[in-house]
């Protein structure tokens, strides 16, 4: 049995658009090419075919692990939050006390991080190391760097 897994509705809607492309566009292309090479003679000899059925025993993989993943899929409710602590989709803006620099990051689950966006995964060491953290709460936070003293600056939702 699979465990459930948080999205945020962004999140979630990501994961049906992505599953829809592969259901309804790489599908069929894939058939398509299997036609197209099993149409060109001998299967026992026909790298084509052989490629394009290999494409298409990995895509139906990732698909079943995909509708698998939708199956068991759960939308975390923001207005829930308590903004008091650091939680899951917390936004927390951090200032680093060795160099004094501020981040901000949202904690989001693990398959919607994103740095480049500042979002970071919540088993992060990071995020790990914020969860249930208040304003003003000093934390040093293990990273592969070294350890990293931080001060939680503010939390919104």
Do not use: C, H, W
């Amino acid at each position: 049995m699979t465990k459930a897994t948080y999205y945020t509705e962004e999140g979630l809607q990501k994961l049906k658009d992505e599953l829809d492309q592969l259901v309804k566009v790489e599908r069929p292309s894939i058939s398509k090419q299997i036609a197209e090479a099993r149409d060109k003679g001998d299967l026992s000899e026909n790298a084509e075919y052989a490629a394009a059925k290999d494409a298409q025993g990995l895509l139906e993989l990732k698909i079943a692990k995909m509708q698998d993943l939708l199956q068991n899929a759960r939308i975390f409710d923001e207005s829930k939050i308590d903004v008091s602590k650091v939680l899951l989709l917390s936004k927390v803006k951090i200032k680093n006390l060795k160099n004094n620099a501020v981040m901000s990051y949202t904690l989001v689950p693990e398959q919607e991080s994103d740095l480049k966006k500042g979002k970071i995964s919540v088993t992060s060491p990071i995020a790990r190391g914020l969860l249930g953290k208040k304003v003003g709460d000093s934390v040093e936070i293990k990273v592969p760097a070294g350890i990293i003293p931080f001060e939680v600056i503010e939390i919104t939702r």
